[in-house]
């Protein structure tokens, strides 16, 4: 089951930027395990689940986190010294979203870099941990946006907003640090 995992480098790591204090933590936990086994964490810096997953790498190193940003000024106290930013979009990112949104061309130019950033992070990682919020939006927001793009990418993504998925990845994790 974690076979893509484990032969991979860079893991993305998206989320929905509203999540519980369980889920938070179940980020961090994610964050800190891989880069702990030497994984590259992925991720946008947006509040919420993107902040966790980098907060958790950075305890460890944060050379090992690498942060897609929509624009330079974007959340800037979330990142740590060490982290890698990459500020600029390219044009095969803007594709990548505007090919799987269906509503692309008619948002405002701070929702498509938004967009335009998670099809970097996903297209920049070998498979992708997503916690999608399905509780206020039925398609999972940009989140589910970046795990159609990974699928279509024909990369494995583990949903760890479904409690089995995530406390197996926690527990297989958990395995490879101890």
Same mark, same amino acid.
């Given at each position: 089951?974690?076979?893509?995992?484990?032969?991979?480098?860079s893991?993305g790591?998206?989320?929905?930027?509203?999540?519980?204090?369980?889920?938070?933590?179940?980020?961090?936990a994610?964050?800190?395990?891989l880069a702990?086994?030497g994984k590259?964490?992925?991720?946008?810096?947006?509040?919420?689940?993107?902040?966790?997953?980098? *907060? $958790?790498?950075?305890?460890?190193?944060?050379? %090992?986190?690498?942060?897609?940003l929509? +624009?330079?000024?974007?959340? @800037?106290?979330?990142?740590?010294?060490?982290?890698?930013?990459?500020?600029?979009?390219?044009?095969?990112?803007?594709?990548?979203?505007?090919?799987?949104h269906?509503?692309?061309?008619?948002?405002?130019q701070?929702?498509?870099?938004?967009?335009?950033?998670?099809?970097?992070?996903?297209?920049?990682?070998?498979?992708?941990?997503?916690?999608?919020?399905?509780?206020?939006?039925?398609?999972g927001?940009? *989140? $589910?946006?970046?795990?159609k793009?990974?699928? %279509?990418?024909g990369?494995?993504?583990? +949903?760890i907003?479904?409690v @089995?998925?995530?406390?197996?990845?926690?527990?297989?994790?958990?395995?490879?640090i101890?």
């Amino acid at each position: 089951m974690y076979k893509q995992l484990e032969k991979a480098k860079s893991v993305g790591c998206i989320g929905t930027s509203s999540p519980d204090e369980d889920e938070i933590n179940t980020c961090i936990a994610i964050g800190y395990a891989l880069a702990k086994i030497g994984k590259r964490v992925v991720s946008g810096n947006a509040v919420g689940c993107d902040f966790a997953y980098a *907060t $958790g790498a950075n305890f460890i190193k944060p050379q %090992a986190v690498t942060l897609y940003l929509p +624009n330079p000024s974007h959340n @800037e106290g979330h990142w740590v010294f060490g982290n890698i930013l990459i500020t600029e979009t390219k044009e095969e990112w803007q594709k990548l979203a505007r090919d799987y949104h269906p509503k692309y061309d008619s948002m405002s130019q701070n929702v498509r870099q938004l967009f335009d950033r998670n099809a970097g992070i996903v297209l920049n990682s070998d498979v992708i941990i997503a916690l999608p919020c399905y509780r206020t939006k039925s398609w999972g927001g940009g *989140t $589910g946006h970046g795990m159609k793009i990974a699928k %279509a990418l024909g990369k494995h993504v583990y +949903n760890i907003e479904d409690v @089995e998925v995530a406390n197996s990845l926690k527990a297989y994790l958990r395995s490879r640090i101890l």
